[in-house]
């Protein structure tokens, strides 16, 4: 079965940082590709970082400079940075696991970005 369980979200002011984790339990994490969303309730979900398989993992555009992701093999967890935060970077925060197409989700962590 494919665990994935996400952490490290909370409140934080503007211009603060945290990671987020993702720790998986599938048998062989390197064969799925890794990535995360973002969504405000009411809102379409919005990739934050498109999978890989590697830690070559993709950060969208408008996200690059500020969000970084890697991954550890040994520890089976994926991280996402997030720094120089702003308010609208508010949203939960899923990661997901994804091979062939077959998606699987965590139950999402809350980032909360407020003075």
């Known amino acids: 079965q494919v665990q994935l369980v996400e952490s490290g979200g909370g409140l934080v002011q503007p211009g603060g940082s945290l990671r987020l984790s993702c720790v998986a339990s599938?048998?062989?994490?390197?064969?799925?590709?890794m990535g995360w969303y973002r969504q405000v309730p009411g809102k379409q979900r919005e990739l934050v970082a498109a999978?890989?398989?590697?830690?070559?993992?993709a950060i969208v555009e408008s996200l690059k400079g500020r969000f970084t992701i890697s991954r550890d093999h040994v520890k089976n967890t994926v991280y996402l940075q997030m720094n120089s935060l702003v308010p609208e970077d508010t949203a939960v925060y899923y990661c997901?696991?994804?091979?062939?197409?077959?998606?699987?989700w965590g139950q999402g962590t809350q980032v909360t970005v407020s003075s």
């Open positions: 999978g890989t398989r590697n830690s070559d993992t």
């Open positions: 997901y696991a994804d091979r062939r197409g077959t998606i699987y």
């Open positions: 599938p048998r062989d994490f390197s064969i799925y590709a």
